[in-house]
């Protein structure tokens, strides 16, 4: 069965190259981005069922908006992709908290919220897969100083894999974390994977199967210390 799947975040890097592999695979494809040019723009340059639309995931009504204004009856697949602020000029200990602020607004909260807003489409598809792109920053195991805003944020998000995925286990969604990796995107800056490599651990995630692992943080399908 051909999946509905929605990537936020997804007019660059590793969320425009899941939209890109999923659309190739004949999955319809919902790509968001804040600029809905910059959406429509990418959904051009795409193969396949690429629908573009615009969303803001840290601002409620752009949410709801998109929410409103999908016309399927399911959502099979919900990558949530969109980050702000990997902050290598700070430090714990003198943090801008306004920065702080502004990425768990959108690492955080915007995911949060863009997952509450589809639910019902998930789970009126009877196999919903979140896939939560994380990072082993957020990793309490491995954790040091630097990058206070993008660190917190994950490991927040990571927290709230476990949660949504220990609730929405009786709706059969599947709900997990992957990092994947470092790579070379405008946020990863030069010297990483490629991006390809990166996408491909999300796609692990997104292609489960029924009965799969939930609640998980992975990275190449390998699991990851918290």
């Given at each position: 069965?051909?999946?509905?799947?929605?990537?936020?975040?997804?007019?660059?890097?590793?969320?425009?190259?899941?939209?890109?592999?999923?659309?190739r695979?004949?999955?319809?494809?919902?790509?968001?981005?804040?600029?809905l040019?910059?959406?429509?723009?990418?959904?051009?340059?795409?193969?396949?069922?690429?629908?573009?639309?615009?969303?803001?995931?840290?601002?409620?009504?752009?949410?709801?908006?998109?929410?409103?204004?999908?016309?399927?009856?399911?959502?099979?697949v919900?990558?949530?992709?969109?980050?702000?602020?990997?902050?290598?000029?700070?430090?714990?200990?003198?943090?801008?908290?306004?920065?702080?602020?502004?990425?768990?607004?959108?690492?955080?909260?915007?995911?949060?919220?863009?997952?509450?807003?589809?639910?019902?489409l998930?789970?009126?598809?009877?196999?919903?897969?979140?896939?939560?792109?994380?990072?082993?920053?957020?990793?309490?195991?491995?954790?040091?100083?630097?990058?206070?805003?993008y660190?917190?944020?994950?490991?927040?998000?990571?927290?709230?894999?476990?949660?949504?995925?220990?609730?929405?286990?009786?709706?059969?969604?599947?709900?997990?974390?992957?990092?994947?990796?470092?790579?070379?995107t405008?946020?990863?800056?030069?010297?990483?994977?490629?991006?390809g490599?990166?996408?491909?651990?999300?796609?692990?995630?997104?292609?489960?199967?029924?009965?799969?692992?939930?609640?998980?943080?992975?990275?190449?399908?390998?699991?990851?210390?918290?």
């Amino acid at each position: 069965m051909d999946r509905v799947c929605l990537v936020t975040g997804a007019n660059r890097g590793i969320g425009l190259e899941v939209a890109r592999r999923l659309a190739r695979a004949g999955d319809t494809v919902v790509l968001t981005a804040r600029d809905l040019a910059k959406a429509e723009k990418a959904a051009r340059g795409l193969r396949g069922t690429v629908v573009p639309r615009q969303l803001d995931v840290g601002d409620p009504k752009s949410v709801r908006r998109l929410a409103e204004g999908l016309t399927y009856a399911r959502l099979d697949v919900l990558v949530n992709n969109a980050a702000i602020h990997y902050d290598t000029w700070q430090r714990a200990e003198n943090a801008d908290l306004g920065v702080v602020r502004e990425a768990l607004e959108t690492n955080l909260l915007g995911a949060w919220r863009v997952t509450l807003a589809l639910l019902p489409l998930l789970r009126a598809g009877g196999h919903g897969r979140v896939v939560n792109v994380s990072s082993e920053a957020g990793s309490l195991a491995v954790m040091g100083g630097g990058t206070p805003a993008y660190t917190v944020s994950k490991t927040a998000l990571n927290a709230l894999t476990k949660m949504l995925a220990a609730e929405l286990r009786g709706d059969r969604i599947l709900v997990n974390a992957v990092c994947p990796g470092w790579v070379a995107t405008d946020m990863g800056g030069p010297g990483g994977r490629p991006v390809g490599e990166g996408a491909r651990s999300v796609l692990w995630a997104v292609d489960l199967p029924d009965g799969g692992p939930t609640g998980g943080f992975f990275r190449d399908g390998k699991p990851l210390a918290w």
